[in-house]
């Protein structure tokens, strides 16, 4: 062994017993040798260090072969595979490594396969499944971190990934793992020695489990190198500005003492101006269904101070949940003494409680040392499968060649994301706002941190700061890109949450709320009902993936909230997403498009029913985001005028260059300052400071000019930007492009040249319009329209929250919607129960798609009514293949000439008893469709 961390196969590789059976003609044909799983690190190394012994059929290989990335190799059919595995360990291992799970989707198959039934998308029958076919995958594992250099000597492997080719099969694919040799399972059961000389090869390699070890050791050693190697990224607070002090005084927030048992407030101190609390771990898991008969042992105002007292909670162990107990134990063992339940450190019969807690829970669960998560089985009466050997998961392997020891190896994610805890909607965050989780699930330990993935069936790194396939798909992961596209970050999450379920459906937005209050601290902005207002115009612009409900609290004299149509969050039962065909041309330049492509200046009712803009960009604080192109609407600097730069810099995107070529930088004041400034010039540019004399409301809002621009040589014209001149929407293009015109600065306004609240030019078809007067009333407010005193906010009032209603001045027309002819292909990508509409105008030619429920159509074709309202949103990029597949012409340009001549639009449903339209689905539209007059500029009240 190669005692300087360089990958390096023992002899012994190439002289392990044979296996008693042989391949077959078609995994002959896979070159199962170890130097294909096998990657060497230094060319310089000698060969014969990775001399392995192979049949003849091998040994006469030695031309260059790709290793990976070529094409798919087939395996065969599952059937095929399944015949052959009597006789071929590989084929065997294979069939296997899908044969329990491969049950349970045979017995779904056959219960719900219907040959008359006229849907038959992901429906199959076990005939079809059995004729899956199966292709096989090299794939590149281990190496250093992103942050490392790429070539940071690491271990590097390669596994196989098994893939199926039926959907309903997909969700159980599978890794073949090459195995360390036998001389490494003598090892003690932890990764504190993945350093030691004997063990640098082993590095992302498979690990034999022997269910005789116990898992303290291997977990504490997890725990151990993310601490010590991982730094500020796993050590650290999510927020810049952690106020976790706060909770920490609080009367509300206590933890569990697991040597006392007993409740307590968590030890805490502040030294020199740093806080320093005691180490504590946090419980996720699943509740269950409530049994009135035998509910769940928790905390209530009658047994508080019982619980208090030392020893309070000992004598209530045999009451709770296996989940429960066991995860007290689990830390008892770690040597940490203190842990956080929310059944038990909550007053579950106190809504005051429940309500101050639920608040900060991104800060419970974001200063965690570790979040426990419980994911084995239906609910917490499971327990922790893994620290049972009864109850372990056996592995699979087999020797598939001479020296080539192979296991099957699951993702964690697979795991997770069929498990019941993964389902539910108040995991999500408490996962993801967890610097580092323990997961058990399928009778497997997982850990996984903000850096890395470790697993008890892999050999770690030796600082446990590797990246590795098992970290794909893991939503700690999705945390490294919250400061630098806060709006990624956020349609990601949307979509991992949406589809998740909720005892009780109006606590949609309390079980995000963690998420929102991590987002709002980054990107400083208030968020209303889920939606970030810095980017509301994209942020309106989801889609579900399938069939959906409404979550209509209206008239629900029972319900405390009521849920808008407009928001992701008024409907349920599928996943919400920001589907990239239709945002693609908007997530090119996300801040480029809000300020150049949309105009509705968006008010919402608050809760005294008065009018406040949802954006300022006097008053409301720039989005944080590191890169430029993810930014939302223009607002002023967040350090308030500290920063020495003008108006104009605002405008720039590239940075600023002194004559010698350097970056122009600004001294700092300030810790605080300091951080901005690793936000580079130009990222986060500032406007005006607000006159003093100034109407903090807004009463006399209307758009001002912009002032004169800098000279031309003061600015960069990297960015020219291209914008459409409104007067002249289509002329003939020509070599000198003259219906566009280009601006010698970008983003910023012609000099006098009208500028709204939200930092955009007032378009020339709009100018003259109204915008910020508004007459119409809802029934709860019939006597006038208010404006909010306070004008814009970045708090809003929680004792009196928001209404679920915009109001906002657009182009509002009326199209014919009537069901698309749609090819097979588009079908498929079409979720369950939502159908394919195209839109025509008022002669019947074609000028738009969108899509909406099944059902909605049919009453619509039963009734013979096409005839809907549409609202204009935003300006959208171009249709797609699918939704514009014959060019038609419908504006004089070639199909590559448009972009920029279409519309967002909503399809809308108007509500005479309650004064407003709602949401019915979204969809694009030329904007010739519209007439952009007098008659279609109209007052929307949108519930």
Sequence with gaps: ??????????????????????????????????DNFMIKNDSSVPEKKFHVSLPPRHASRRAFSLKSGHQKQVLGSRKEIRDRSDSCPFCELVSKSLETEFKAVLRRASMRFNPSSSYSSHTSNPEELDDAPCHLVWEIDGRGSTEESFSSKRNRTRRIKICWGHPDLQKYECYLVFVAPDLYTGLPNSDAFAMSAARKSTHFLGRSIDPSKGKQALIKSWWDLCKLNHGSRCNSPVLDDDPFHEVLAQSYFGVIDVIDMRLVSLPYEILDGYLKFEDYVALSYVWGIPDPENPPYTTTRANIMEHRVTGGLERSLPKLHDAIRESIAVVQRLGIRYIWIDSLCIVQDSRRSWSLNARVMHLIYGNATLTICAADGEDASTGLLAMDPDNASDQLKAECAPGVHLMVSRPPEIGVQQSRWNKRAWTFQERLLSKRCLIFTQGRIYFQCRSTGMSEDIFADGRGSGWSLDSVQAPLQMLRELKSRALWFYTNCVSLYSSRELTNSGDVLAAFSGVCSLMEGNMMVPFVFGLPSSHLDLALLWEPASKVSQRDSFGNKNSDTEFPSWSWCGWMGAKIEYRREMVDGCLENVHEWLVNHTWIVWHIRDGHGNLRPLWDKDRAEEDRSTETRWKGYRGRWPFGDQDPRGVFEFVRRAHTTTDDGSTETYPSRSKQMQVARMLSPGNIPPTPPLPKDRDMGYADYAPSPMPSPPPQDNLDNDYQRETDQRKQPYLDPGPDDQYRINREYPYAQAPEELIDIFGRAVRAEIQGKQQYDFNLTLPENPFRVLKAPQGYSARPNNEFPDQPVLQFWTWITSLHVIRAETSEA?????????????????????????????????????????????????????????????????????????????FFVLLVRYYPEKGLYQRVGLGKVYRAAFRLDSDEWREMILG
Excluded: Q
Aim: charged share 30%; hydrophobic share 30%.
């Design 826 to 902: 588009d079908k498929n990508k079409i979720g369950e129960g939502l159908c394919r509409c195209d839109i025509a105008d008022g002669v019947g030619d074609w000028c738009g798609s969108i899509i909406v429920h099944n059902e909605w159509i049919k009453e619509r074709e039963k009734n013979g009514h096409t005839m809907c309202e549409f609202v204009a949103l935003s300006e959208a990029k171009a249709f797609t293949e699918d939704e514009c597949p014959v060019w038609t012409y419908y504006i004089p340009k070639e199909r590559h000439e448009s972009t920029w001549d279409l």
């Design 1 to 34: 062994m190669d005692l300087d961390g360089e990958t390096l196969v023992d002899e012994s590789y190439g002289t392990m017993e044979s296996p008693k059976k042989n391949l077959c003609a078609v995994c002959a044909g896979l070159n199962l040798s170890v």
